[in-house]
């Protein structure tokens, strides 16, 4: 088994029973750094990867998005899971398209999203969102590679946070492909557990990037995979700011002191 199917295969056996946390590394380093600490798995961050660019999120395009697949891929042994944001297309063929790029790039998974971007109607219609998915599951299976699809419901990240639809939205998804369900921004126990509940037997990503559960926690609940989007390339960027501030403002550097040697973190590596 070549190692790009190994991962692969890795990837589907984490969602198979348990509760494993995905963090979301925004660039080659902070990858690396992530695999040396025992992660299992990790998640591409579409906002992380549009800063190192100078870019907002969803203002990458797709073959910047591709490259970065790539990057981070390449530069670990554990399974990567693309934030592929919609697919970068509307059109169910051209998502189609896209995800077949996007499984080349040694990848393990990969979400599609259901946001359009367009603050008037923030949501696909409910038959093309499903529509999309579908899509994307045939053309993962006419790649044969065995990617693992996630679907996702941006109700609560977009302004419509209305659980039934969410949940109704899932479980097309599920019923379309989908192999795993998330539905980024939910915040409560209760809206966790109507989820997992919802979408069973398939498992269910939580996103934490707000400390209203803990990883325990979540798992007690059911949920089998956790990721945590930007947040960990927003702290990185909030000490940077707030150490590069104060030394334009006032000219001094009381954030320089106890920082990590990161050259040792590196240093570990063959």
Not at 18 to 30: I, L, R, T, Y
Not at 69 to 85: G, K, S
Request: glycine share 10%.
């Amino acid at each position: 088994m070549d190692p790009r199917t190994e991962r692969i295969a890795a990837f589907h056996q984490l969602h198979s029973s348990g509760c494993f946390v995905m963090p979301n590394p925004w660039d080659a380093g902070s990858a690396r750094a992530l695999e040396l600490m025992g992660f299992p798995a990790l998640a591409t961050t579409s906002a992380g990867a549009a800063w190192t660019l100078g870019l907002p999120d969803n203002g990458v395009t797709l073959p910047q998005a591709l490259d970065h697949l790539r990057t981070i891929a390449d530069a670990v042994a554990v399974p990567v899971n693309a934030d592929f944001q919609g697919g970068f297309a509307d059109d169910p063929e051209q998502v189609a398209d896209h995800v077949r790029l996007a499984a080349a790039t040694g990848v393990a998974g990969l979400s599609i999203e259901d946001s359009t971007g367009d603050d008037a109607a923030p949501l696909y219609d409910f038959d093309l969102a499903v529509e999309r998915v579908r899509a994307a599951r045939q053309a993962i299976d006419e790649t044969g590679t065995g990617v693992l699809l996630t679907g996702r419901s941006e109700g609560f990240v977009v302004g419509r946070p209305d659980l039934d639809e969410t949940i109704r939205r899932l479980q097309a998804y599920a019923e379309a492909g989908a192999d795993c369900l998330y539905a980024p921004r939910i915040e409560s126990v209760e809206q966790v557990t109507a989820i997992v509940q919802a979408v069973a037997p398939k498992p269910v990503n939580l996103l934490i990037n707000a400390p209203f559960v803990t990883v325990a926690q979540a798992a007690e609940l059911g949920v089998r995979r956790i990721s945590v989007g930007g947040t960990l390339a927003r702290t990185a960027w909030g000490g940077f700011l707030e150490a590069a501030r104060e030394l334009a403002d006032a000219g001094t550097a009381s954030r320089f002191v106890g920082l990590p040697n990161v050259e040792a973190i590196f240093g570990q590596q063959p």
